[in-house]
């Protein structure tokens, strides 16, 4: 959801503003705070007039969790802020206030404010948008403000804020490595930075590989470094979250509840469910009633997140009866959250009286600076064709001759190149024949916002 403006003019000069911004993407990134707290001291400490904060990081999940939350909180009557990285179609999906997008217009006259404040000093992309954040929520009232890590969380410029009431952190993977570090314990020990001392902190699921690296330790040894010691409540322990037919089941401590499914697909939504759910006990301080929280639990959405596309031209390539579903899936958990989805489809297929399930095919675009490897095989047993492409408009992406090459050894069947996200769809339909199948387009969170730019 963004709030793009009518008038032409408004926009170029955003994207000019944009662009000024971008420019600043190859500063050297300051693994440190001191630049973006001058910044922010240049500009009145605006982080510090914010309403109660919920602080997110970790490495999957951020973005859904923080989605959940912000629509429990607006179930019980509470207006919340909410900021959110990358965007997918316009820079105003990032800043939400009060429940409502930034409109271009205002966004245009707070980079106009940043900018001329910081007079030429070095900075990057991500302090400038994050300072303007600040701006634009101090200066509105909200009951709440929910904050997504832009990187990491220790040096990330969203770690500014001394006092929030309670922070999250999501599944942690590899992502990031050059500036936080090559193992999932160092990359937890950058996530676990957004603690405070005294301030609850829940935990979310973690994938057998962080518990082998022993990333709950590192979570632990963070909290006892910070006097008072924050509490955590971390899954498997605190709380729980199963489903139940078409339920979940819930447990937070003693108590047990009872709360109707997402309409988010994939078993990892259920686990970024009861990390909201817990975050949103906690800073509520009293039991969860299900009469509040259930409708809107039916009607939450994130996009590109095993979303499924219903019209637009892109899916007009295919035949009727294929499904078309992207997913922003970039890192290695993501691809094995992505390949259980894909088992799930099987079984459903084979469930519901169908001889063979149906073929799957998969179209990826990535940036260089991720692993296809990591991402890709755990899809493998799963996958009747590969066509890989590139992100347009994207100068990091890898061009379908470079994935090609990192591609073919993995040992997928039926691999084909293609320039663009069109000519893979028509790749697929001329050499694959069948009465249903299911098309995923995945790889990036950049590739996601081709894609839906061409579906609207």
């Known amino acids: ?32 705070l001191q630049r973006v707290s001058r910044f922010l001291e240049k500009l009145g400490n605006p982080h510090l007039n914010l309403p109660p904060v919920v602080h997110v990081a970790g490495t999957n999940g951020k973005g859904s969790t923080i989605s959940m939350l912000k629509s429990m909180l607006e179930a019980s009557n509470a207006s919340v802020h909410m900021m959110t990285s990358p965007h997918l179609i316009h820079v105003t999906e990032r800043i939400v206030i009060a429940g409502n997008p930034i409109s271009s217009d205002a966004l245009v006259q707070l980079l106009e404010e940043c900018l001329a404040v910081n007079n030429d000093e070095p900075v990057t992309f991500f302090e400038i948008l994050t300072a303007a954040t600040y701006l634009a929520f101090s200066r509105s009232d909200a009951d709440y403000c929910l904050l997504e890590t832009g990187m990491g969380g220790r040096h990330d410029a969203t770690n500014v804020v001394p006092d929030p009431v309670c922070t999250i952190i999501t599944t942690i993977s590899k992502d990031h490595e050059r500036f936080l570090g090559n193992t999932l314990s160092k990359i937890a020990y950058e996530k676990a930075g957004i603690m405070k001392a005294g301030v609850p902190c829940i935990i979310g699921y973690q994938t057998k590989q962080a518990i082998d690296a022993s990333v ?8 006892s470094d910070l006097h008072p010691s924050p509490m955590l409540f971390q899954h498997g322990a605190e709380w729980q979250i199963t489903p139940d037919h078409d339920q979940i089941r819930f447990t937070f401590g003693e108590e047990v509840y009872h709360l109707p499914k997402t309409n988010l697909q994939g078993f990892h939504q259920i686990y970024n469910l009861g990390a909201a759910l817990s975050a949103y006990r906690v800073i509520t301080n009293a039991p969860i009633d299900p009469k509040t929280l259930s409708p809107t639990l039916s009607s939450i959405s994130w996009p590109a997140r095993l979303q499924t596309l219903e019209t637009g031209t892109l899916k007009d390539l295919l035949p009727d009866e294929w ?17 259980q989805q894909m088992q799930a489809w099987r079984h459903e297929d084979i469930e519901s009286g169908m001889k063979e399930p149906a073929p799957l095919h998969l179209i990826v675009a990535m940036v260089n600076r991720k692993d296809p490897k990591a991402v890709l095989e755990p899809l493998l047993p799963y996958v009747d064709s590969i066509t890989v492409t590139q992100i347009m408009g994207e100068a990091t992406s890898f061009t379908p001759d470079q994935l090609y090459d990192l591609v073919e050894p993995l040992g997928f069947e039926n691999i084909y190149k293609a320039d663009t996200m069109e000519k893979a769809l028509e790749t697929i339909v001329n050499n694959h024949n069948s009465p249903n199948a299911r098309v995923i387009m995945t790889g990036s969170l950049y590739f996601m916002g081709n894609i839906l730019s061409k579906s609207l």
Do not use: C, W
């Not at 709950?216 to 909290?223: E, I, L, N, R, Y």
């Open 1 to 32: 959801m963004h709030n793009k403006s009518n008038d032409p003019a408004v926009e170029a000069r955003l994207e000019e503003l944009l662009q000024i911004l971008y420019g600043f993407y190859h500063q050297e990134i300051d693994m440190s």
């Open 216 to 223: 709950p330790q590192v979570f632990h040894g963070k909290s």
């Open 323 to 339: 499904t078309l579903i992207i997913d922003g899936a970039h890192n290695d958990s993501a691809g094995a959250f992505l390949a």
